[in-house]
């Protein structure tokens, strides 16, 4: 899929709280390997590199614009293009963050046991996930992708985002300490058809791949029609949008605990 930084921007401050709120969870340590997945324009990669400032931190992301856009911003932070799906760290990490990006991987029975061991021993996996996938957002985005004319080209994949608690099975054998919660924001958008202007930049993006020219117009006006009847603005202009997300902090457990 191609990212684009400009419009991912758009919504900068409210796609960025998540990740400040889950920075602020993970425990002060001595990290010297920190790998940010899916940093995209760099952000939260360059609030981690100031928080260990002595730490080699490394942003990671398979879009070269996004990945463009953070080095002309953040010149002296690593940048480097790479598949988080066979992503492996040179050596153990201190600290693996991954923020709105795990939830484009498939199979997190998996991935999520990896990543923990890519860690060294007291090293910390910090993850946030989207969990907004039975909001009618993401409900009608499914909906007139599998009923419409362009239902054969539009096999999307469903996000496998588990359950806090099914996470917490997971991981609970492989930590030493362990953070689990879900938060729903509430984010009063401005300007006409902001949810859709919103979903843009994230999970439209697939149907962007597959679809053009006019069948994505047709797509888009049919999806901005569904997504009227339900976000209608408030008094004030503002559209109200509920958004879910799961956050994980796991510690791997340090060699030399008992």
């Known amino acids: 899929m191609e990212w684009n930084a400009a419009r991912y921007a758009t919504f900068a401050d409210e796609r960025a709280r998540p990740g400040h ?6 425990p002060q340590f001595a990290a010297r390997r920190i790998y940010d997945l899916g940093c995209g324009r760099g952000d939260l990669t ?29 010149p002296t932070i690593d940048w480097v293009e790479g598949d988080l799906a066979d992503w492996t760290p040179d050596a153990p990490a201190d600290l693996i963050f991954a ?108 149907v962007q791949e597959r679809l053009e020219g006019e069948e994505m117009a047709a797509f888009v006006e049919a999806y901005a029609e569904a997504l009227r009847t339900v976000y209608t603005a408030e008094a004030t202009g503002q559209t109200l949008f509920t958004f879910r997300r799961i956050f994980i902090v796991a510690v791997r457990a340090d060699a030399t605990s008992p």
Do not use: C
């Not at 090293?123 to 239902?151: C, D, T, Y």
């Open 99 to 206: 923020n709105a990006a795990l939830h484009w991987l498939p199979d997190h029975d998996a991935l999520f046991p990896r990543l923990m061991d890519r860690l060294a021993p007291g090293g910390v996996l910090a993850v946030q996930m989207p969990n907004n996938f039975a909001e009618p957002s993401h409900k009608l985005l499914r909906a007139i992708a599998e009923q419409g004319p362009w239902a054969d080209k539009l096999a999307l994949p469903r996000a496998p985002v588990a359950s806090t608690d099914a996470y917490w099975r997971l991981l609970r054998p492989l930590a030493d300490r362990l953070d689990i919660w879900e938060t729903q924001y509430l984010h009063a958008l401005t300007g006409e058809d902001p949810v859709l202007n919103w979903v843009r930049g994230t999970a439209l993006l697939p």
């Open 21 to 26: 709120d889950l920075t602020a969870r993970i």
């Open 46 to 74: 360059a609030d981690l590199a100031a928080r260990w400032p002595t730490a080699q931190v490394t942003g990671i992301d398979l879009s070269p614009t996004m990945l463009a856009d953070a080095r002309a911003r953040f």
